[in-house]
């Protein structure tokens, strides 16, 4: 696998979803590369999952506590809160409620 400096900073992302454009403006928000090409097979953007979800910020407690998965989780959604607020953009802080069906 080449590295970003062995790239030239030439970066080919393919598939415009959440995850290619979030790829997209965290290389061009850490001047890792701004020579990127983005191919949609779509004519819109997002008009899969990421344009279809619920739009909730889960909160990684279905992780296991500790894993890389639960802090990716925890960290990504207090991240993309504070950007979804610094941009104005309109947001529920209705938390979520857990209620066990049995005893574990
Ligand atoms: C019903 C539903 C509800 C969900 N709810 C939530 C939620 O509440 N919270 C949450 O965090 N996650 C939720 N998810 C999951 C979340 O939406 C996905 O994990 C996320 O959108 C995946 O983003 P992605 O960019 O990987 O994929 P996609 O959004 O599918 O983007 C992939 C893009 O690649 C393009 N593409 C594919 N093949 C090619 C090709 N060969 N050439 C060019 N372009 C190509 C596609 O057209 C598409 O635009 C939900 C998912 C679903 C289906």
Same mark, same amino acid.
């Given at each position: 696998? @080449?590295?970003? %400096?062995?790239? &030239?900073?030439? /970066? $080919?992302?393919? +598939?415009?979803?959440?995850?290619?454009? !979030?790829?997209?403006?965290?290389?061009?928000?850490?001047?890792?590369?701004?020579?990127?090409?983005?191919?949609?097979?779509?004519?819109?953007?997002? @008009?899969?999952? %990421?344009?279809? &979800?619920?739009? /909730? $910020?889960?909160? +990684?407690?279905?992780?296991?506590?500790? !894993?890389?998965?639960?802090?990716?989780?925890?960290?990504?959604?207090?991240?993309?809160?504070?950007?979804?607020?610094?941009?104005?953009?309109?947001?529920?802080?209705?938390?979520?409620?857990?209620?066990?069906?049995?005893?574990?």
């Amino acid at each position: 696998m @080449l590295s970003f %400096s062995e790239l &030239n900073d030439k /970066v $080919l992302i393919i +598939g415009a979803g959440m995850v290619g454009l !979030s790829i997209a403006n965290q290389l061009v928000d850490r001047k890792i590369s701004s020579n990127i090409v983005l191919i949609e097979k779509e004519d819109l953007l997002g @008009l899969h999952s %990421s344009g279809r &979800n619920s739009g /909730v $910020l889960h909160a +990684g407690i279905y992780y296991k506590p500790g !894993s890389l998965k639960a802090k990716v989780c925890i960290s990504g959604a207090k991240r993309l809160k504070k950007w979804i607020v610094q941009r104005g953009l309109p947001i529920s802080n209705c938390g979520k409620l857990i209620v066990p069906q049995k005893k574990s």
